[in-house]
């Protein structure tokens, strides 16, 4: 087994599996997602951290517009600077996505999504652990 993976021309050491011993799962999950949305198994410093509201819940139990739509969803990203509940980027209307382009809310993370934590930036396309 190799220590370097190659995506797309550009290689990567694969991180030290010692270095994942003791990790939460979630933490080891976060790993490889980054590596599939970002390019690197690392983590990009995100400037926008401070925006995260931690006194904000969920504005909906559902994508709204999608509802307004007769759409469905395959999951839901929460806002997490105003609480806005959107369909995610797999969906066809991405709403959580339109949300970020007409506000500015830069950060979402995953809703009522079993097994998923991490928190997204748009701006630095950067994939978080939990705040």
């Keep these: 087994m190799g220590t370097h993976a190659t995506i797309s021309g550009q290689e990567e050491a694969l991180p030290d599996p010692d270095s994942l011993k003791g990790e939460t799962p979630t933490k080891i999950i976060n790993v490889f997602l980054r590596r599939l949305w970002t390019g690197q198994f690392r983590s990009k410093p995100c400037s ?52 970020f382009r007409q506000t500015g809310h830069p950060l979402t993370r995953p809703y009522k999504e079993q097994g998923m934590d991490w928190v997204w930036c748009y701006v630095d396309e950067a994939l978080l652990d939990p705040i």
Aim: hydrophobic share 30%.
């Design 48 to 99: 926008h951290v401070y925006l995260a509201r931690s006194d904000i819940g969920p504005a909906s139990e559902v994508c709204g517009e999608c509802v307004a739509l007769g759409d469905s969803w395959p999951a839901l990203r929460m806002c997490l600077q105003c609480g806005y509940v959107g369909c995610c980027d797999k969906s066809k209307n991405k709403h959580a996505r339109e949300h």
